[in-house]
């Protein structure tokens, strides 16, 4: 049994406490959480640390099978561009390499204190390592083609990794990839499959190509599809590319959007409407990584929307720290206090992941994992560019 004090407890779901405490049980379950008047630092029996307390982060967007890519991709090439760079380098690194950066990866996160990642992959190597890890994953197994012949293929392979984690006893399920590059027979089959799990990941309106092509049929991504001979298809909608996930929605899933970085009020307002499940992923330091804009924070925070951070991948940044993606939005938007941005960084992504019966908050009988946040300006209430975080 162990008492753990600091400056703040965050429980996140109610108010921080100051001259707060947490007794945890030996196996990391909250058995307590109390307030006292005297000396904590003086306490013989209790841990205390100059900082905030909170629960362990959850990073609802990750691609850990990439982390073999740091600092291989240029900054600023705009997602064509950087899907490109991601093609030429599909196929160069061993295996064993990529294994030794994903099992670094992994504990780097979780000594950061991140206890929770909806991970995307595209193969099944990261399973074993995901099956000792001290992080809780959701893998999201994703697919993509533009070419109606592969569809079968491909579907049977994404089913074929599904199975795998399963058997391993992870939490597990398909996914879709993004609106522009799936045909129609692979982007239906997997939508049903997906809602089957009533989970869903999916890269949203991170450029403003994937609108120029649903609505216009123009813009750098017909180009790039031309210049491929990849198949022109689906035909745009005449609508923005949210419409192509979102105009036939099962209610009852719960719909993790994803970068956003194009996404204006209407888009907002409209799939709002369609579904309450809707959680928008912020990867901040990989949307100024590809194309060097954020995403309209203001816009969500108006519209009251669930709002939950993520790290993306190595390949589109230069770490995996919630506190750095964090610092990256209080820094360009500086009204936001820490309050909110731990609620997004907890008890949010643990809501869109469905794991918030045990993770996102201090609450009795709980395993949400301790972190400390230090040199923190406890006046404003902000973070700081000296801020860091790790586990208890």
Known sequence: MRKISADYIFPVHTQPIKNGALTIADDGTISDISTFSENLETSADIEFYDGIICPGFINVHCHLELSHLKNSIPMHTGIIGFIKEISKRSNITDLSEQIQSAKFYDDFMYRQGIVAVGDVSNKDWTFELKKESKIFYHTFVESFSRDESETDKILQKNQDIVDCGKRLG????????APYSMCDGLFSELKIRAEKYEILSYHNQETQAENEYFENNSGDFLKFYNEFAMPDNPLPMGKTSIHRLLDNVDGNTKILLVHNTFTSENDC?????????????????????????????????RKNAKIAIG??????????????????????????????????????????????????????????????????????????????????
């Open 311 to 392: 790290t993306d991948s190595l390949s589109s940044n230069t770490n995996l720290s919630m506190i750095e993606e964090m610092l990256a939005i209080s820094e360009n938007f500086d009204n936001i206090d820490i309050d909110e941005l731990l609620k997004w960084a907890t008890v949010n992504g643990a809501k869109a992941l469905g794991i918030d019966k045990n993770f996102g908050t201090f609450e009795r009988g709980k395993k949400p994992g301790i972190v400390l946040i230090d040199n923190i300006d406890m006046r404003k209430m902000m973070l700081t560019k000296d801020s860091h975080s790790k586990i208890l």
């Open 170 to 177: 992870l939490s597990v399920s398909p996914t879709l990839h």
């Open 269 to 301: 307002d409209f799939a709002m409407s369609v579904s309450k499940n809707i959680t928008w992923a912020l990867c901040p330091k990989s949307n100024l990584y590809i194309e060097n804009q954020l995403p309209p924070v203001e816009m969500f925070r």
